[in-house]
């Protein structure tokens, strides 16, 4: 058990300081909208998501949309319907609590890390959950760090520190790539969300993408000897 969640807790040490970089870009953002160290805390221990984030910071306003910004949350979270089935093997047996606690430490990062090491076939829940608390603990750090340096930094695009969201998910993206089997999948998923992006307001091209490309790996995959059409399947 302790082995396993330091472990988790070490694998994402590199991803963690990257998160770390960006979450300090939400939180200089967060500053200039004049949001309190609480509130950030607060909204990162609720939400735990940094899309999501960045878009509720966007958002922020005197006078709170709080409707529309938790919609626009809900939309931008939907992926994690997916990746939640994803790692569904991987709860198999724990009780309800247990998942829904562990569920909301699953950010991206960690979860990406965990199904590498899934293929490998030495995940478990306690990998899983000492990613997130390492994710978690650098996404507050940067955040916060950020925020409380605000005022230094008013452009952190002259800096590239912005870039360092789109540099991480392409990092994850190379791990997760198994070969020739996930290009149409990829594919499918980049252009449904291409196209979802120029025609669909707010976030929903993050939604259609995964479904698209999830969808499409699933009608890809070979069929196993059982499942072909007409052969008789033995009862268990």
Known sequence: MKADFYRGASAN????????????VLGMLAAQKGLSWLDLLLMNS???????????????SKHLPVIEMAFAV????????????????????????????????????NWA?????QRKGTASVWFLFGGGVMVFLCWCSGTLAGLMGGGLVSHPEYYALDFAFTAIFTALAVGLFQGKKDIPPWLAAGALALIAHHFLPGKWYI???????????????????????????PAS
């Open 74 to 109: 809900l939309v931008i979270n939907l992926r994690y319907l997916l990746v939640g089935a994803s790692l569904g093997p991987l709860f198999s047996g724990r009780s309800l609590l247990c998942k829904v606690f562990l569920m909301h430490l699953v950010a991206d990062e």
């Open 113 to 117: 890390v965990t199904m590498t090491e």
């Open 207 to 233: 939604v259609i993408g995964g479904v698209g490309g999830a969808i499409t790996a699933m009608l890809a995959a070979p069929k196993t000897p059982a499942s072909k059409e007409g052969e008789h399947v």
């Open 46 to 60: 609720a939400v735990f998501a940094g899309s999501a984030q960045f878009v509720m910071v966007d958002m922020w």
């Open 13 to 24: 040490v590199p991803i963690a300081a990257s998160v770390a970089a960006y979450g300090s």
